[in-house]
């Protein structure tokens, strides 16, 4: 198709990713309980069906994301299963580089090329959470890693810092536009942390009490929000949920992820309120894993994984062209295979982000976008 969406652009509209770094197990987190093959791959890690919560088809969602589950009863959240890379690669490092460029042609990030074409740059207009900025975002026109806001305070010197800045970038032609915004933002974060970032709307953030992995994710995604209900000029946000790789007693590893990724995400949901309508959250990993368990209790490297649509407009549902688990149904080791390309996902989300050419964004795949 030749564009990701027709009209005027929304400017209010935000795209936030979150990268489940180390090869997410898709059927752990939608174990497909209603496929024969499941159970005679996974007898010991697979899910009964009586404890998982429904969705369509033979699928059904972890318990440990049970969170998560309103959101797609109500229509606000949009699952696709069997969805990956084109490329056969079971390296972390390969796949997440080429998930991240778009492309194994691509130069850049995606995100990046879609900030571009997009024609819109600031010192907030992209944000990671976290300390470094992810590829994604590599060659955008403006990107910041944004550890913590409530860290952020005003020095003594901070007055004079600012002025000697400006006062330095002002007859700049190259620089003096992005020194502006620069401190622009500086302000716009200052008053954002002097007022406190609260939840809205009774969200309640993960404690202490769920688990380290939950509070610190839950703050990140709560950081995010507050920029967003800031109006801060956000456009795209990375927030990271790391520590998939689970070769070994996967069930304490993937576990409090779940649960991390689901309370996380449904307070997130919840603090935007109305907003999250013009919000769209697109979960993402490198890959999946393989369909049958291994003798240590864990699962390698696959596939076909998952991905998760909330919010912005998304018309929810279950997604997938199921192929089977059946042996003969399988890819290479034993994998199930990529039915559905992670780009399609990305491309219908992005079409109600703004009118921006899909070549542009994802230039060595002919976008064929899902209803997500």
Do not use: K
Not at 169 to 176: E, I, N, S, T, V
């Amino acid at each position: 198709m030749g564009a990701i969406a027709l009209g005027n652009p929304d400017d209010d509209r935000v795209l936030v990713t979150v990268f489940l770094r180390g090869g997410a197990d898709g059927l752990a987190l939608v174990p497909p309980v209603g496929d024969d093959g499941y159970r005679r791959a996974r007898p010991r890690l697979g899910v009964s069906s009586s404890g998982t919560l429904r969705l369509d088809g033979p699928f059904g969602l972890a318990p440990e994301l049970a969170a998560l589950h309103p959101w797609f009863l109500s229509g606000r959240l949009a699952v696709v299963h069997a969805v990956g890379l084109g490329e056969d690669t079971r390296s972390h490092f390969v796949a997440q580089e080429l998930m991240e460029r778009g492309g194994p042609a691509a130069s850049g990030g995606w995100l990046g090329r879609w900030l571009r074409a997009r024609g819109v740059a600031g010192g907030l207009t992209a944000v990671s959470s976290g300390s470094e900025v992810p590829d994604s975002l590599r060659g955008a026109p403006g990107a910041t890693a944004l550890g913590g806001l409530l860290d952020l305070a005003r020095g003594e010197d901070w007055a004079a810092l600012c002025a000697s800045v400006g006062g330095l970038y002002a007859r700049d032609a190259q620089l003096g536009a992005a020194a502006h915004d620069a401190l622009a933002a500086a302000e716009r974060l200052e008053t954002l942390r002097s007022r406190g970032v609260e939840p809205a709307h009774g969200a309640r953030y993960p404690s202490r009490t769920d688990g380290s992995l939950a509070h610190d994710f839950g703050q990140h995604l709560g950081q995010v929000a507050g920029l967003i209900r800031g109006r801060v000029g956000l456009v795209a946000a990375c927030v990271d949920l790391e520590g998939w790789d689970s070769h070994f007693a996967q069930e304490t590893i993937v576990g409090p992820r779940m649960r991390a990724l689901a309370l996380g995400l449904s307070a997130f949901a919840t603090d935007l309120g109305p907003a999250l309508s013009r919000v769209s959250v697109v979960v993402m990993s490198e890959f999946g894993r393989r369909v049958a368990e291994n003798a240590s209790l864990g699962t390698d490297h696959g596939r076909g994984g998952v991905m998760l649509v909330l919010g912005g407009g998304t018309p929810g549902g279950m997604h997938c062209r199921w192929p089977g688990l059946d042996a003969d149904r399988l890819d290479g080791p034993g994998d199930l295979p990529v039915v559905h390309d992670y780009r399609d996902v990305l491309a219908a989300v992005l079409a109600r982000l703004g009118t921006v050419p899909a070549s542009a964004v994802f230039p060595d795949h002919p976008v064929r976008p899902l209803p997500v």
